[in-house]
């Protein structure tokens, strides 16, 4: 039943970006992946399991598109620094990774909890793996880092804390000019803008600045004394 797990799932994220997790109906994710009922709680066992099955992939689908670009044919530090950027880049459309990578969870996310001690396992295998409850931040940062093999752990730590501290600072708020004489109007500094209480989006999303990706990169290419050859 893969097919109709991942179907699930797909419709769960895809209610989150209209309703808080408290207003989703088991009910109405059922019918919008198209499966009965008695499928969604033979899959999940229940509205707690749905949640701690959407963030472990959420984590699982992040971490296996950190390997994916730690792999690609480039010098380490540039797959490094391509991390940075990716953690950036789909935090930011993601809340279900921010929460994931930052700790910062809020009423309009499932926040799960393990699974009950005690508790019957689960019969599908993926679900008594999601019942274990999703990684903490520090975990994983932990199960990045680990990617990135030994000798570039240090670098990929330095390179994944950078990402994230851009993670957490809040952007600049939207500066508006004042209208012209003529009745025309500034466009606001740096950004187009956005309706009240709102960050303005940028024209085009550049996460992490060249002079940050460049500092990542020159870091991670420099020699040092160290038997393992690893940034102090």
Same mark, same amino acid.
């Given at each position: @039943? +893969?097919?109709? /797990?991942? +179907?699930?799932? !797909?419709a769960a994220l895809a209610a989150l970006t209209h309703r808080p997790w408290s207003a989703?109906? @088991?009910? !109405?994710? =059922? =019918?919008?992946?198209?499966?009965?009922r008695q499928t969604l709680y033979n899959e999940f066992g229940?509205? %707690?399991?749905?949640?701690?099955?959407?963030v472990r992939r %959420?984590? !699982?689908?992040?971490?296996?598109?950190? /390997?994916?670009?730690?792999?690609?044919? +480039?010098?380490?530090?540039h797959n490094i620094a391509a991390v940075a950027e990716w953690i950036v880049t789909r935090a930011a459309v993601r809340p279900l990774l921010r929460a994931l990578l930052t700790?910062?969870?809020?009423?309009?996310?499932?926040?799960?909890?393990?699974?009950?001690?005690?508790?019957?396992? +689960?019969?599908?295998?993926?679900?008594r793996r999601a019942d274990a409850g999703p990684p903490a931040p520090? &975990?994983?940062? =932990?199960? $990045?880092? =680990?990617?990135?093999?030994? /000798?570039?752990a240090a670098g990929c730590e330095l390179a994944v804390r950078l990402a994230l501290s851009h993670v957490v600072a809040p952007p600049p708020p939207v500066t508006l000019r004042p209208p012209e004489p003529d009745g025309g109007h500034h466009e606001p500094e740096g950004a187009h803008a956005a309706p009240e209480g709102q960050w303005a989006e940028p024209e085009s999303w550049s996460? @992490?600045?060249?002079a940050i990706t460049r500092l990542i990169e020159?870091?991670?290419?420099? &020699?040092?004394?160290?038997? /393992?050859? $690893?940034?102090?």
């Amino acid at each position: @039943m +893969a097919n109709a /797990r991942d +179907a699930l799932l !797909d419709a769960a994220l895809a209610a989150l970006t209209h309703r808080p997790w408290s207003a989703i109906r @088991m009910a !109405d994710v =059922a =019918a919008a992946a198209r499966v009965s009922r008695q499928t969604l709680y033979n899959e999940f066992g229940s509205k %707690e399991g749905l949640a701690r099955a959407l963030v472990r992939r %959420e984590a !699982d689908t992040y971490l296996q598109g950190v /390997r994916t670009l730690l792999a690609a044919p +480039a010098p380490p530090g540039h797959n490094i620094a391509a991390v940075a950027e990716w953690i950036v880049t789909r935090a930011a459309v993601r809340p279900l990774l921010r929460a994931l990578l930052t700790g910062a969870w809020n009423e309009r996310l499932p926040e799960p909890r393990p699974a009950r001690p005690g508790a019957r396992p +689960a019969p599908v295998p993926a679900q008594r793996r999601a019942d274990a409850g999703p990684p903490a931040p520090g &975990e994983l940062v =932990a199960q $990045t880092v =680990a990617c990135a093999g030994e /000798r570039w752990a240090a670098g990929c730590e330095l390179a994944v804390r950078l990402a994230l501290s851009h993670v957490v600072a809040p952007p600049p708020p939207v500066t508006l000019r004042p209208p012209e004489p003529d009745g025309g109007h500034h466009e606001p500094e740096g950004a187009h803008a956005a309706p009240e209480g709102q960050w303005a989006e940028p024209e085009s999303w550049s996460p @992490m600045t060249p002079a940050i990706t460049r500092l990542i990169e020159t870091i991670l290419s420099v &020699e040092t004394t160290s038997p /393992r050859k $690893t940034i102090p």
